[in-house]
């Protein structure tokens, strides 16, 4: 399976899912030279986004990532309100639907202060560096700790060309 972001973001966008994109990816689109294999977003846990969701998740054929073929996962709108964090695999790559990151009361904040970003003619919202490093802060794990150096410097870099 052949990891196509952009593809993931078009159904998204097509389905007219609410969400802002974070993690590794948006850390790409501000400058970092960390790689990552899948896509995270913050997605709107409003009653009607989840439907949407739901929809888009399905034409890429969701699955859940790691959870053992046997388990039966019931992919509908009221799964993805009861839950929060859901990982997936689909026919684009893996894909991870955060409702409330770390350190984020969920998308409204993050939709506040995220950069509206064209990726040919696709328009996507991406977390602010600012949200990141809070998100990053926040999360604790180690490797969000080496990533929070990361863009703590990019951050300073931009700030030094800015003056």
Same mark, same amino acid.
């Given at each position: 399976?052949?990891?196509?972001?952009?593809?993931?973001?078009? /159904?998204?966008? %097509?389905?007219?899912?609410?969400?802002?994109? @974070?993690?590794?990816?948006?850390?790409?689109?501000?400058?970092?030279?960390?790689?990552?294999? *899948?896509?995270?977003? =913050?997605?709107?846990?409003?009653?009607?986004?989840?439907?949407?969701? /739901?929809?888009?998740?399905?034409?890429?054929?969701? !699955?859940?990532?790691?959870? #053992?073929?046997?388990?039966? +996962?019931?992919?509908?709108?009221?799964?993805? $309100?009861?839950?929060?964090?859901? %990982?997936?695999?689909?026919?684009?790559?893996?894909? *991870? =639907?955060?409702?409330?990151?770390?350190? +984020? #009361?969920?998308?409204?904040?993050?939709?506040?202060?995220?950069?509206? @970003?064209? +990726?040919?003619?696709?328009? /996507?919202? /991406?977390?602010?560096?600012?949200?990141?490093?809070?998100?990053?802060?926040?999360?604790? !794990? #180690?490797?969000? !700790?080496?990533?929070? $150096?990361?863009?703590?410097?990019? !951050?300073?870099? @931009?700030?030094?060309?800015?003056?």
């Amino acid at each position: 399976m052949k990891f196509d972001p952009l593809a993931i973001l078009g /159904v998204l966008r %097509t389905n007219g899912v609410d969400f802002v994109v @974070i993690g590794g990816m948006a850390a790409a689109i501000h400058g970092s030279p960390s790689v990552t294999g *899948d896509l995270d977003i =913050c997605y709107s846990r409003e009653k009607g986004n989840a439907k949407k969701l /739901v929809e888009a998740l399905k034409s890429m054929d969701a !699955r859940l990532r790691g959870a #053992p073929q046997d388990v039966k +996962f019931l992919l509908d709108a009221k799964t993805i $309100e009861m839950g929060d964090h859901f %990982t997936f695999s689909t026919d684009f790559g893996d894909f *991870d =639907c955060l409702g409330t990151p770390a350190g +984020f #009361p969920g998308y409204a904040q993050l939709a506040d202060g995220a950069d509206l @970003i064209d +990726f040919d003619g696709l328009q /996507v919202a /991406v977390a602010s560096l600012e949200d990141l490093i809070g998100m990053k802060r926040a999360s604790g !794990r #180690p490797k969000d !700790r080496v990533e929070l $150096e990361i863009l703590g410097a990019l !951050r300073d870099e @931009i700030d030094k060309n800015k003056g």
